[in-house]
């Protein structure tokens, strides 16, 4: 239990250090924010109970929402994909045996694990642009916007199971 707790805290840590001194400043021409702190709701065990995932994606996005001066957009984001989480793995895995505990790539197919990164990267992008807009009617930029921050996203999550998450 300790052990968990050190390294999920870590994660976190390094997450939203990670995302508000780096991710944060990275745009090209208004359309790619990437945001990879989504990770650690991804990364949450299977197992773990629904409140303690529910919570840390509410800590987590306040967490980047304090150092990125936005008033509860990730917050409210992260906790949306926290939430649907459970049913995404159920609909994307076949059956009980397919499920790993831990929903990391080197635990599952890269196949499944880049199906579940897009649809809770693209849930999260997509509760996360139009709060910040709070319009629809910019419909097409904003989901232009929204799908090409996904794929810079989730090129960058891929790609750090490879370098970092190698559990």
Do not use: C
């Not at 400043?25 to 109970?49: A, I, R």
């Not at 419909?139 to 921050?149: D, E, G, H, V």
């Amino acid at each position: 239990m300790i052990r968990w707790l050190i390294k999920y805290g870590i994660m976190f840590v390094v997450l939203v250090l990670v995302q508000v001194l780096v991710f944060n400043h990275v745009q090209f021409s208004g359309f790619v924010n990437p945001y990879v702190y989504v990770l650690f709701v991804m990364l949450l065990p299977l197992s773990t109970p629904r409140y303690v995932v529910l919570l840390g994606g509410f800590f987590i996005g306040l967490a980047v929402d304090v150092f990125s001066n936005s008033p509860g957009m990730h917050a409210a984001a992260t906790v949306v994909i926290a939430y649907i989480r459970p049913f995404v793995v159920r609909s994307i895995s076949s059956r009980e045996e397919d499920r790993n505990d831990y929903p990391g790539l080197k635990q599952n197919k890269f196949s499944w694990f880049l199906y579940y990164t897009a649809i809770m990267v693209f849930f999260h992008h997509f509760i996360l642009f139009f709060l910040e807009y709070l319009t629809f009617s910019h419909f097409s930029s904003t989901l232009l916007k929204i799908i090409i921050s996904s794929v810079f996203s989730i090129f960058v999550i891929v790609l750090s199971q490879f370098l970092i998450f190698r559990e």
